[in-house]
């Protein structure tokens, strides 16, 4: 079986902490397959997240991402492939309040070496939009002219453009109740099962656990259950 995530006694530590931040014995995820990742703030959840994408270097231990050795690649190898391998969704979603909703989501292509033709960029961020219940009218509005809700779909949906291997989500639920997050939840499934995307979620909504292959606990100061 391929594994999309392979980490071997991975430890992060910051400059002057007494312990480390992040402790991580064994983790195996195959390709396709969901990761929940829960835990208290300062248990290292952002710092494992950040690693798995690329944007922190390995410091001590093994991490593979689709059999890419991440300890051998420069800070610039590693952004190439995380913009072609990785989707990421941010807690405060980021979108740019100077663009449309459809120039949002297209602007994933920014950063890719395989970028999609003009037309075909604009269908692919349409269908996606439209997949995630956001309304055609919408897709002109700058994002800071949506809900909350809408904007946290609108995320994912730049997050999934390019159709990654990986999708990374910190905490998107983290500003909706629990119906609208459970709602949210359904579309997000649904929309990585028919691409096959790998899914990795932190959440502190244990309630969402069920969705998920396969779990992560991380408590404080580091360390993983």
Do not use: C, W
């Amino acid at each position: 079986m391929q594994l999309a995530i392979e980490a071997s006694q991975l430890t992060f530590s910051y400059p002057n902490a007494n312990t480390p931040t992040l402790q991580i014995e064994q983790l195996a995820l195959p390709i396709g397959h969901k990761l929940f990742v829960e835990g208290p703030s300062g248990s290292g959840k952002s710092t494992l997240l950040s690693l798995l994408a690329g944007i922190t270097p390995v410091q001590s231990g093994s991490l593979k991402i689709l059999g890419e050795d991440m300890a051998k690649l420069s800070g610039r190898a590693r952004d190439a492939f995380r913009a072609e391998h990785i989707g990421y969704v941010f807690q405060q979603f980021n979108l740019l309040p100077y663009l449309s909703v459809l120039e949002n989501v297209q602007i994933a292509d920014t950063f890719r070496h395989k970028k999609l033709a003009a037309r075909q960029g604009k269908e692919r961020a349409m269908q996606l939009l439209s997949a995630l219940q956001i309304p055609q009218e919408a897709f002109s509005k700058s994002g800071i002219e949506l809900s909350v809700g809408q904007q946290q779909r609108v995320a994912i949906a730049r997050a999934l453009y390019a159709k990654p291997d990986i999708l990374i989500a910190d905490e998107p639920t983290s500003a909706l109740d629990h119906a609208n997050a459970a709602a949210f939840m359904q579309l997000l499934l649904k929309q990585v099962n028919e691409q096959g995307t790998t899914l990795v979620y932190v959440s502190h909504d244990e309630s969402l656990r069920l969705n998920f292959d396969q779990m992560v606990r991380l408590r404080s100061p580091g360390g993983a259950q």
